[in-house]
């Protein structure tokens, strides 16, 4: 079992930066890949970043390639999202998930992720 608590949600003008963290409690931590996910009102969740259970393999979506950096801390029961550039089109809830190492194969489905945060709001003004 993992309870994820997020936060470092707000606003912020766009081509600012936020840092978004995820608290994770449970013993197993480490051994769950994580992932970044957002929903926008009237859409559906989408992937944004993932870490393995070592941190040593990221991935992006496209959308925030080169501007957004998924970090763990294992030590610390934690993973962060750095947000930099931030465009309107980035607003959104934000999710901290985790996913089960041994059963995960599509890392940005949302439906391969086991726990989820409760989100934080992000706002980015034009």
């Known amino acids: 079992q993992v309870q994820l608590v997020e936060s470092g949600g707000g606003l912020v003008q766009a081509g600012g930066s936020l840092r978004l963290s995820c608290a994770a409690s449970?013993?197993?931590?480490?051994?769950?890949?994580m992932g970044w996910f957002r929903q926008a009102p009237g859409k559906e969740r989408e992937f944004v970043a993932h870490?393995?259970?070592?941190?040593?393999?990221?991935y992006y979506a496209d959308s925030v390639k080169g501007r957004f950096t998924i970090s763990r801390g294992n030590a610390k029961n934690t993973v962060s999202l750095q947000m930099n550039s931030l465009k309107p089109e980035d607003t959104a809830v934000y999710y901290c998930?985790?996913?089960?190492?041994?059963?995960?194969?599509?890392?940005?489905?949302?439906?391969?992720?086991?726990?989820w945060g409760q989100g934080t709001q992000v706002t980015v003004s034009s």
């Open positions: 998930a985790a996913g089960a190492v041994h059963t995960m194969v599509v890392r940005t489905s949302p439906a391969q992720y086991d726990y």
């Open positions: 449970g013993r197993t931590y480490s051994s769950y890949n």
């Open positions: 870490i393995n259970w070592s941190g040593g393999n990221t």
